[in-house]
């Protein structure tokens, strides 16, 4: 048995030509820490979320990463340094990761930021996209994946300007196509084009 400490500290993560790199601001004092008693993973990984899940509460809309501090003398659950390492205790999920130079789009913003399950999609140039307070038809779609919702939104604005607010994106694509297409990170207006040609060959048909 162990016991460990929780501390979230604002970070981005940027990505560039270069690679990537994570910046965190270590002093200062964003969130209290939390101390947690565990013996095995699935038991750090379930205390990260709810802390992490707290502080987001808290502290809306920031970006930022949850350190796990190991007291001098406590002893490590097995496979400790190997998932930490690699963000499968949930430590990066709230994370914003951003790209510096977003790919140019004729006709169009680059994307800046794809976002996750907690975190935003943003177009540069733009502000982020989070979910509304109060319902609307991309809510239950988006099943509380924040950067879903937010594409969802990006996308939709598209068909209706293409159109002439003639058509919705709910109305021309799948919700199987657009998770797809959210999944393998096609822009906005290239979603939007290709559902407004395919109901318009569907119309000719």
Not at 100 to 105: E, G, I
Not at 152 to 159: E, P
Request: proline letters at 6%; aromatic letters at 8%; one cysteine or more.
């Amino acid at each position: 048995m162990a016991t460990l400490k929780l501390r979230a500290n604002r970070a981005t993560r940027q990505h560039d030509a270069l690679g990537s790199s994570t910046s965190m601001e270590l002093l200062g004092n964003f969130y209290p820490a939390q101390d947690i008693v565990v013996t095995r993973l699935d038991q750090i990984r379930s205390a990260v979320t709810q802390y992490g899940e707290r502080v987001a509460a808290d502290r809306p809309q920031e970006s930022f990463m949850i350190m796990i501090l190991v007291p001098r003398g406590q002893r490590r659950p097995a496979g400790f340094e190997t998932a930490y390492r690699d963000g499968s205790l949930g430590t990066e999920a709230w994370l914003h990761e951003i790209f510096k130079s977003p790919l140019l789009v004729p006709g169009d913003y680059g994307v800046r930021m794809w976002g996750g399950p907690n975190t935003p999609f943003q177009f540069a140039e733009c502000t982020p996209v989070w979910p509304a307070g109060t319902p609307d038809e991309f809510t239950s779609l988006a099943a509380g994946h924040i950067g879903f919702y937010g594409w969802l939104h990006a996308a939709n604005a598209r068909v209706q300007q293409l159109s002439q607010s003639t058509h919705t994106l709910l109305a021309i694509a799948s919700v199987a196509e657009l998770r797809a297409a959210y999944a393998a990170r096609r822009h906005p207006l290239s979603v939007a084009q290709g559902a407004l040609h395919a109901s318009s060959q569907d119309l000719a048909a």
